[in-house]
């Protein structure tokens, strides 16, 4: 996983000019480096220590909040609509206020179960938005060739696919790692998603 988010990475710095839109995917990459590098500090550290748990605990909540903020803001770039535009702001701000409550109500237990559930369930809408004007629309470009397209597709496969495993995660006992590992595994393929919207000639959003 660490070696496939550096690739991603490094990539998307040399794509930074090229593609507008997918500057901050580089942002991305490099907070999820540095969520991976909390996961390894908490594994080298003496087993129940307490800052090490916390640490990582509020760095996968303040990544979990920052991966919505990205990928809203990415479908946002590609809806047109100004009715449309509105909808997906006022479900980021919903989104907002549900995770303050969850994560005050759950703290000091484990948050990230729940707010990882709230965050899939919360990007849906603006997938389904952004494919409601897609396949609406009269561009005939191909969808190969549209970047916005793999970013969408990668977004929402990876959250309804993690949105299962945790909840297996929470409710399989000892076979939760696994669902754990399958989850690394649907974040590798948003990944190699994202880079292949690099591979495609750059899109700017169509004026309303």
């Known amino acids: 996983m660490v070696f496939i988010t550096l690739i991603a990475f490094i990539f998307s710095l040399k794509q930074y000019g090229q593609h507008r ?17 909390m996961e390894f500090y908490m594994y080298i550290s003496p087993k129940g220590d307490r800052f090490a748990v916390l640490l990582a ?3 996968d909540d303040a990544l979990t909040i920052f991966e919505f ?3 809203s803001l990415l479908i ?3 809806i047109v609509g100004a009715g449309r535009r509105l909808a997906v702001k006022l479900n980021t701000v919903i989104f907002f206020i549900a995770e303050i409550i969850l994560f005050f109500r759950t703290n000091p237990r484990n948050s990230i ?4 559930l709230l965050e899939a369930a919360a990007i849906v809408p603006p997938c389904i938005i952004y494919y409601y004007e897609l396949f609406t629309s009269m561009n ?3 969808l190969k060739d ?3 397209f793999w970013v969408v597709t990668g977004i929402l496969c990876q959250g309804i696919c993690n949105s299962s495993l945790t909840i297996s995660m929470e409710y399989m006992g000892r076979f939760g790692d696994g669902a754990y590992d399958f ?3 649907f974040y590798c393929i948003l990944f190699l998603l994202l880079l292949r919207a690099y591979k495609s000639s750059p899109e700017e959003r169509a004026v309303a």
Do not use: N
């Open 69 to 71: 903020c990205v990928f």
């Open 76 to 78: 946002l770039r590609y």
């Open 183 to 185: 989850g690394i595994l």
């Open 113 to 116: 179960i729940p707010l990882g």
């Open 140 to 142: 005939t470009k191909a």
């Open 57 to 59: 605990s509020l760095w």
């Open 21 to 37: 839109f997918l500057r901050i995917l580089s942002y991305y990459f490099a907070f999820f480096l540095l969520a991976e590098g």
């Open 146 to 148: 549209r970047p916005s």
